[in-house]
């Protein structure tokens, strides 16, 4: 496992964040976004020191930032000291380095802050196995773009030609942890698919649980099955599949599975590093998109969870379960727009009286 990207200490390094309004941000609600970030700083128990927030009208492909912000930046880094820096967004492996350069500042970027939680929130072999290739993979991108210092040959007197660079064998460690890891996860796919193909030969009803993370997919599970999945106000609380029989009414209905939550620019690379963990969702016969409807911009995580379901291929039966309807009625989703998602029930899934209108529709839901 890589070292932590982010440390505990007592005497923590005076930290920026930057929240960003970028064009490419599909945010209904812009503060939502915003309070999300500070979210997942929250969920890496990160303190800091001051957020700022910066709109952008362009993205500059060296330092990210346009050059009249990235003076403003430069000249707050100077006068307050700061020693890191974390962004909203994701940055790529050339503005993150040239912004540490430029800013003097450690950088830190979304995908690495998402990372961090996820190697927190692991705890099963195969999780921690997923986590582990998605860091190794982030690191070596990062590797692959520095500079001269990474590239001084090692050779020694008396060899036939030139040694092997720094670089190059950070690179080769880095790939060989890849691939040790990714033959491993191969056979506990292998064991997966064996099992949910036994299920599919004995006719059992298989039901996944999806949703933006932090929806309440954990409590409607612990709810349903009497499990005892973390449920907790932070964000990827859970990572590891949790699969838990499902009785109504005293008989067997099938099996119920959680899935990893989702997110607004989620790291492409651990999308790649889980799809072994999400293949569950392709022979699920029954999907229960779980969505806040309390969040002000519900219908964007809506939307989140859909693309990503279209990236993994997977199409299947789905029925919405807007969650969290104790909360103040001026919050609630709006009844007309909740509509146009067919089929839903409207839950609380913290009681068994609020998380009833859940049961009766599985208890009346058949196979295709």
């Not at 970030?37 to 952008?56: C, D, G, Q, R, T």
């Not at 072999?125 to 090692?154: N, P, T």
């Not at 569950?280 to 309390?294: R, S």
């Amino acid at each position: 496992m890589t070292k932590p990207l982010f440390y505990d200490t007592q005497e923590h390094p005076k930290t920026l964040l930057i929240a960003i309004d970028a064009p490419y941000t599909k945010a209904a609600n812009i503060q939502t976004y915003f309070d999300e970030f500070l979210h997942l700083v929250a969920s890496n128990e990160i303190p800091y020191e001051k957020i700022i927030y910066v709109k952008l009208r362009s993205i500059d492909k060296g330092h990210f930032f346009t050059k009249g912000k990235l003076e403003e930046i430069q000249a707050l880094c100077e006068s307050e000291k700061f020693q890191e820096i974390i962004i909203s967004d994701q940055l790529t492996p050339l503005q993150e380095r040239n912004l540490s350069e430029l800013l003097l500042c450690k950088i830190f970027d979304r995908t690495q802050l998402i990372l961090e939680i996820f190697e927190k929130s692991a705890h099963s072999a195969e999780g921690k196995m997923q986590v582990a290739i998605a860091l190794f993979k982030h690191q070596k991108s990062r590797v692959a773009g520095k500079g001269v210092h990474m590239s001084q040959q090692s050779g020694r007197i008396g060899n036939k030609g030139p040694g092997e660079t720094a670089k190059e064998r950070e690179l080769r460690h880095l790939e060989e942890q890849v691939n040790r890891l990714q033959r491993q996860l191969k056979d506990i796919q292998k064991n997966r698919d064996v099992r949910s193909k036994q299920r599919i030969v004995n006719n059992v009803f298989q039901i996944c649980l999806i949703g933006y993370t932090n929806s309440g997919k954990s409590t409607i599970i612990n709810q349903l099955t009497k499990a005892d999945v973390l449920a907790e106000d932070r964000l990827f609380a859970t990572l590891d599949t949790t699969t838990r029989e499902l009785f109504i009414d005293g008989k067997k209905k099938g099996v119920i599975s959680d899935t990893v939550g989702f997110i607004q620019q989620l790291p492409h690379l651990l999308i790649d590093a889980f799809k072994s963990t999400l293949s569950e969702l392709k022979h699920a016969d029954l999907l229960l998109h779980v969505v806040d409807m309390a969040d002000p911009d519900w219908e964007n995580h809506i939307h989140v969870v859909h693309d990503i379901l279209k990236e993994l291929e997977v199409d299947k039966p789905m029925l919405y379960v807007f969650n969290k309807v104790d909360m103040p009625e001026e919050l609630h989703a709006p009844k007309e727009m909740r509509e146009k998602y067919q089929p839903n029930v409207v839950i609380e899934a913290k009681t068994k009286e609020g998380i009833q209108p859940l049961i009766d529709a599985l208890r009346d839901y058949h196979k295709e």
